[in-house]
């Protein structure tokens, strides 16, 4: 904390402040530095719903992840007292938003593959391995609070896998974000995926893809693949094939998609197990450009 309150930044000298967004444990501003066109993102916390510990973890996660693709932090303030973070202001916003934008929208694989691509460059230029904090995003292996388990580098590959699935279909995992909106448990969720419950391809995905983000998301860590691989699986010049996930074999129309399958139905959610860490309020901070 004390290294952190070296790169603190006065309330009062950020002005022009408005609400850009919110979610069920954050909500997130823009702000003009003092008389100057600089913008900075401050991203605030409900008290009730995040400890002190996950809001230092975050700022954790976002100095080691230091990367061009990954939303800046640059420091905290104090508004009414209670912490805040001051962050790198994206004009495009994140990649997270985008997504859940075009939930309806069919994206071009090609635009998949530069998200993949900055997404996978961003956690291997650094030793990531601190929990994400969201529970869709977390190795099991974590999850399961009766055994101790190290992170890994293998850890950040299955919550890549669960990225690389939502990359395709612009829907939050097991419909965790509308289940924390609805302050509904999300326990059900958490035993899931325990039991190896995935996500489905969704309709007319390229199979290579549906089958890399499958390996990442395996229970077991040594059956993952590692970052080197999972970089240059998605860039090789094999053709597109795109996948049929109901009938589980190839689409003879790479262009039409069933807008009915891409909306998925929710999980019946409920909440962290104990000890678990959740927060709705942390953004995939992986900048959209």
Not at 69 to 94: C, P, Q, W
Not at 101 to 113: F, P, S, V
């Amino acid at each position: 904390m004390k290294d952190l309150l070296e790169k603190y930044y006065d309330y009062q000298d950020l002005k022009n402040i408005s609400k850009i967004d919110s979610g069920g444990s954050a909500s997130v501003f823009v702000a003009y530095w003092k008389d100057t066109l600089t913008k900075y993102a401050i991203k605030t916390f409900d008290k009730d719903k995040t400890s002190m510990r996950e809001i230092i973890n975050e700022i954790n996660i976002m100095i080691i992840a230091s990367n061009p693709n990954i939303i800046r932090f640059f420091g905290i303030t104090k508004l009414k007292d209670e912490l805040s973070l001051v962050l790198e202001y994206a004009d495009d916003g994140t990649l997270e938003k985008y997504l859940r934008d075009n939930a309806t929208t069919l994206i071009k694989w090609e635009t998949q593959l530069k998200f993949t691509n900055e997404t996978a460059a961003a956690i291997s230029c650094e030793e990531f391995t601190k929990p994400r904090g969201i529970i869709p995003y977390m190795d099991p292996k974590i999850l399961d609070n009766n055994k101790s388990y190290d992170l890994t580098e293998k850890s950040d590959i299955y919550s890549l896998g669960i990225v690389f699935w939502e990359l395709t279909s612009c829907l939050s995992p097991f419909g965790f974000e509308e289940s924390l909106k609805k302050n509904d448990d999300t326990t059900e969720i958490v035993l899931g995926i325990l039991d190896g419950k995935r996500e489905d391809p969704i309709p007319n995905t390229n199979s290579k893809f549906v089958t890399l983000y499958k390996k990442c998301w395996k229970h077991e860590p040594d059956e993952r693949p590692d970052i080197q691989q999972v970089i240059s699986e998605p860039n090789n010049n094999d053709p597109i094939v795109p996948i049929d996930s109901e009938n589980n074999n190839v689409s003879e129309n790479i262009n039409s998609i069933d807008e009915s399958n891409a909306t998925k139905e929710s999980e019946n959610e409920d909440s962290d197990l104990p000890d678990s860490p959740s927060c709705e309020g942390c953004d995939i901070n992986i900048k959209f450009k």
